[in-house]
């Protein structure tokens, strides 16, 4: 006669995690077509390796949006053909010389809307002329995300003797 086979050790619960952890439970009852009388241990079930997912992470704050992509509007590319202001001949005459620098608000078409004197020449006629030119120009307007939009831009014209 045999001694009845000790139980197995108790494996203690884990501690509770977020997500329900399957368990093998033995189960006590004999198969239906299990022999009688004659009862030998389990083996223990194997360690179930299927990764447990783990709590969702509390949600974050929204982070701030990212602060809009601006493009500057542009009057240097190539293809816009933005010819100088012409000298004035009396300004020549006088030996006038000097650098305008002009504020100028750019549609979303490219085309100056406003042209304000940021800074002087010192010659009235030079900054007349350079706002008379920039007038007639086209600029690559300014973007906010990809999408154009009426900007300010600064530009320089410089009217010198050669």
Do not use: C, H
Not at 9 to 19: F, G
Not at 105 to 116: N, S
């Amino acid at each position: 006669i045999r001694d009845p086979p000790k139980p197995a050790p108790k494996v203690q619960a884990p501690k509770p995690t977020p997500a329900p952890m399957p368990m093998a439970i033995n189960d006590p009852t004999p198969a239906p077509n299990a022999p009688t009388g004659v009862t030998t241990p389990q083996p223990p079930a194997p360690p179930i390796t299927e990764p447990v997912a783990a709590a969702p992470a509390p949600a974050a704050p929204p982070a701030p949006p990212a602060p809009p992509k601006i493009e500057q509007p542009s009057s240097d590319a190539a293809y816009l053909n933005n010819p100088k202001p012409s000298y004035p001949a009396i300004s020549k005459r006088m030996g006038e010389q000097g650098k305008v620098v002009l504020r100028v608000l750019i549609g979303t078409d490219g085309a100056p809307q406003k042209v304000e004197i940021n800074k002087s020449s010192g010659y009235e006629r030079l900054d007349r002329q350079a706002q008379e030119a920039v007038m007639r120009w086209r600029f690559v307007p300014g973007k906010r995300n990809g999408v154009p939009e009426a900007m300010w831009n600064l530009v320089p014209v410089n009217f010198v003797l050669e």
